[in-house]
Every structure is written in C-alpha cells, then in structure tokens.
C-alpha cells in the first residue's frame, strides 16, 4: 500500500483528570527545577509540545528510550525544546543511559543561570513526558547506579501508573546532591494528527482499547512493509510478505493456538466450536513488536 486508509477514523485521545492536575501542578514546580529531563520512545511523535510551552525555557535533556530496538538505519532527530533552551539527548543501548545523565545535567546546570536558586546546592531536576516511556525507571535506576538503593517509584508496562501531580523530589545522587521529580505522563487534551497518535499508541503511550488493536495491528503492518521491514515474515514463518491484516492474523491465530470456544445456535441446540480468536492474534502481533521480535523498527 502507498498509504494507509484511517477510514475516517480517529485516535482517541486519552486525557484523564490526573494529566491536566499533573500539568497544573508541573507549573507550579518549575520554580524550583534547575533542568527538565524529557523521557521519549519515538524522537518526533513521542513528544508533547505542551509541555515545551507551559515549562518554558530550562536546560533540557532529552533522553531517547528504547534504542537498542531501533532501527539503526534511522538516526534519531529531534528539536529543540523551545526558545534559548539548550537541549541535548542520550539514550539507552547496552552502556545505560543512567550513566549520562547526572554527568550531562551537572554540566548544564553549572553553565546555565539558577536565578533564584544561585545559593542552593542541591540540584532538582524535573522528569518528564508522555504516558509509559519509562520516567519512573530512569528515576530508580539512576537510584539504583548512583546511591545503591532500591526503586522508590512504582513502574508498569502499562500507561498511567504514575498518577500523583509532582510527588515529593527523589534523591538520586549524593555528588552532585541531585534530586528527580516524577511527574504523570501527559498528552495534548487533542492529537492534532492521527498518525502521530497511532505510533503513540504503538509504543503503549494510549491504552490499546482506546483505539482498538485491529486498526493498529494493521498500521502495524503497514509501517513493517513501507519501510521494508519483513522481519516478521521469519518470526510467524510467512512464505512471504503480506499486505493485508486479515491473512497475517489468521495466520498468527493458528500457528499460535489463539482460538476462543464459541457458542453457536443450530436447530437442535446449541453447539460449542472453536474459532480463530483475530483480537488476541493482533494483541499477539502488537506485543512482538513491543518486545523486539519482529526486528528494530523506529516509526519516526
């Protein structure tokens, strides 16, 4: 396909309560945050130029997650996070990122203006982005690196774990005394355009449900043989590649065993059969993608 069909359909946006009390409250906490550490999956789309507008201008990291599942054809790009800002980005391959990011906003707070804060010493640093790019595990592993302790902040493979607007800062290093805030993911209250929230939901930034595993799984597909991608021909066993969902999920739904038993009304009762199951065949195919098995793939 040259291009993928919406249908006329729409991303759901998913803006619970907790997004705008968060955003309020981020606000409120950007007078005592010396940087802002912005966590992303993807380097365009995983973004929110929301929060670039209501946190203003700060030293800001950008810290690219997930890169040992990227493509490595496709170098990362990014922007910078707003007027005067000085934005850098590292990123997570087999040497952690954790071991760049003290170092790298040490350096950026030193050679920025603190304003009110000139005389403090400790460093307090804001964390921050969408939904389920991984806020709460940078915080435990720089914790975890640096201090030697445990998690001090809940994690999940899910979106919205972290629902509490700016709990109390987090200690992370003892030199530089630094501190980390977490902080709820936060999407725009209305994605503008829906292929950008369709990778969003890809990367598990909007719960699958929202938008519906079929059409994902489709553009899934889509994106996999627009750039070439066929890594998921091996892994389902495929003669070759495929252009429509329909015959991958069936396919993906048999060699997997992804049935469900049904009841079926016949004239002399009802009769149990079993039949191939498509929505857990595309939550299967979503998942693989998640996970690395199809090969690494960066939708930007």
């Not at 000085?86 to 906003?105: D, I, K, N, T």
């Not at 000139?118 to 921050?128: D, G, K, Q, Y």
């Not at 929202?210 to 899934?220: F, K, S």
């Amino acid at each position: 396909r040259e291009r993928f069909d919406f249908g006329g359909r729409d991303v759901a946006s998913w803006f619970p309560r907790h997004m705008a009390k968060g955003l309020r409250q981020m606000r409120l906490a950007l007078r005592r945050a010396d940087c802002l550490v912005e966590r992303s999956h993807i380097p365009l789309s995983g973004r929110n130029p929301a929060l670039q507008e209501a946190l203003g201008i700060r030293p800001h990291v950008l810290v690219l997650n997930k890169m040992d599942l990227a493509d490595p054809r496709r170098q990362p790009v990014s922007a910078r996070a707003g007027p005067g800002a000085e934005q850098r980005w590292c990123h997570g391959q087999p040497c952690p990122c954790s071991l760049q990011v003290v170092p790298m906003v040490a350096r950026l707070v030193a050679d920025g203006p603190r304003y009110h804060r000139a005389e403090s010493s400790e460093h307090n640093i804001l964390v921050i982005g969408v939904p389920n790019v991984g806020k709460s595990s940078l915080i435990n592993s720089l914790r975890r690196l640096h201090l030697k302790k445990g998690k001090a902040t809940a994690v999940g493979g899910e979106p919205g774990i972290t629902k509490a607007p700016c709990p109390p800062p987090c200690q992370v290093c003892e030199k530089p005394l630094m501190y980390l805030v977490d902080t709820p993911g936060v999407l725009p209250p209305r994605l503008g355009d829906v292929e950008t929230g369709m990778k969003l939901a890809l990367c598990g930034a909007i719960r699958d449900h929202l938008v519906g595993e079929d059409i994902m799984a489709d553009y899934l597909l889509y994106t996999l043989n627009k750039q070439q991608q066929f890594g998921y021909v091996q892994h389902y066993g495929l003669g070759q590649p495929c252009d429509h969902i329909e015959a991958l999920l069936r396919h993906v739904a048999l060699t997997q065993g992804r049935t469900q038993k049904v009841k079926v009304l016949t004239g002399t009762g009802n009769v149990n059969m079993m039949m191939l199951n498509y929505p857990a065949a595309a939550y299967k195919f979503l998942q693989d993608f998640r996970a690395g098995r199809l090969g690494r793939v960066t939708l930007d």
